[in-house]
């Protein structure tokens, strides 16, 4: 709250980290349980770079969106204004 403009950067940089160990790890458990899903794949290859790339290229930029949307309106708030209202 009141947080300034430059500390987008440490806020970020926690989602970063969090994303990435959680891509990371769910990146592992995929890649080891697409043979188990193999048959309910169309015209795609368990182990398709491609697709894992594609996939966590998505999830990246939506956990990063949805953690910078939240951050921008924390900074945007005067503390007095919201020290006042409690």
Do not use: H, N
Not at 15 to 35: D, E, K, N, Q, V
Not at 36 to 46: G, R, T
Not at 62 to 74: E, F, N
């Amino acid at each position: 709250m009141g947080a300034q403009r430059e500390r987008y950067a440490m806020i970020l940089g926690r989602a970063g980290w969090l994303t990435g160990a959680g891509l990371c790890l769910g990146t592992l458990f995929a890649f080891l349980l697409a043979r188990l899903l193999a048959s309910l794949l169309y015209q795609v290859s368990p182990k398709d770079p491609l697709v894992f790339a594609a996939t966590v290229a998505v999830i990246a930029a939506t956990a990063l969106l949805a953690s910078w949307i939240p951050a921008r309106r924390a900074a945007a708030i005067d503390p007095i204004v919201a020290l006042r209202d409690e």
